[in-house]
T-cell receptor, first 112, second 115 residues
Framework: SQQGEEDPQALSIQEGENATMNCSYK?????LQWYRQNSGRGLVHLIL?????REKHSGRLRVTLDTSKKSSSLLITASRAADTASYFC????????????FGQGTRLTINP | SQTIHQWPATLVQPVGSPLSLECTVE??????LYWYRQAAGRGLQLLFY??????ISSEVPQNLSASRPQDRQFILSSKKLLLSDSGFYLC??????????????FGPGTRLTVL
């Protein structure tokens, strides 16, 4: 089963609205990261939040982390058509092989 | 500044043919290097990672192999492609001293179609 799972799988909203995506994971982590992928392109790192942090901001992005619930959310405020992309959360794992584990992603569509 | 290159961008190969995908990183030394595969509409599956020249760790048993002949060069290979090898292959790097757990920088990817 996946370490990180995004919810919803797909989200379609109007331009200007806020978009919220969630990520749940199973094992203890050092940090959680969010990445963005435009169709047919590589991933771009958006933000990293460490396990001892609860909230982090970067421009129109707001990420929260609740380690007790093993979940994170990514909020994009005042969405733009250019925000249309897939968004992935990635978690590292404290034990075992040192690697990032990516979720299946949320496909976000911003309608003009 | 650092850049990462992958080639080719797209590739169509017959079943049973060999494969060689190349990834190079510029502007950094001693990076951690990774190969991922992404099936259509899905997340990323880590295939291989490397902490140094000649050091390769495989994450899943498969028809593929990887090599790191130079510090900033990572190659993904297969002797005989299978239909199931089709997908989007992504190379990534991260800063060595920060370990695996920090930000990864991705290349543009190679779209492989096996017919």
């Amino acid at each position: 089963s996946q370490q990180g799972e995004e919810d919803p799988q797909a989200l379609s909203i109007q331009e200007g609205e806020n978009a919220t995506m969630n990520c749940s994971y199973k094992t203890s982590i050092n940090n959680l990261q969010w990445y963005r992928q435009n169709s047919g392109r590589g991933l771009v790192h958006l933000i990293l939040i460490r396990s001892n942090e609860r909230e982090k901001h970067s421009g129109r992005l707001r990420v929260t982390l609740d380690t007790s619930k093993k979940s994170s959310s990514l909020l994009i405020t005042a969405s733009r058509a250019a925000d249309t992309a897939s968004y992935f959360c990635a978690t590292d794992i404290i034990q075992g092989a040192q690697k990032l584990v990516f979720g299946q992603g949320t496909r976000l569509t911003i309608n003009p | 500044s650092q850049t990462i290159h992958q080639w080719p961008a797209t590739l169509v190969q017959p079943v049973g043919s060999p494969l060689s995908l190349e990834c190079t990183v510029e502007g950094t030394s001693n990076p951690n290097l990774y190969w991922y595969r992404q099936a259509a509409g899905r997340g990323l599956q880590l295939l291989f990672y490397s902490v140094g020249i000649g050091q390769i760790s495989s994450e899943v048993p498969q028809n593929l192999s990887a090599s790191r002949p130079q510090d900033r060069q990572f190659i993904l290979s297969s002797k005989k492609l299978l239909l199931s090898d089709s997908g989007f292959y992504l190379c990534a790097w991260s800063v060595r001293q920060r370990g695996f757990r920090d930000e990864q920088f991705f290349g543009p990817g190679t779209r492989l179609t096996v017919l």
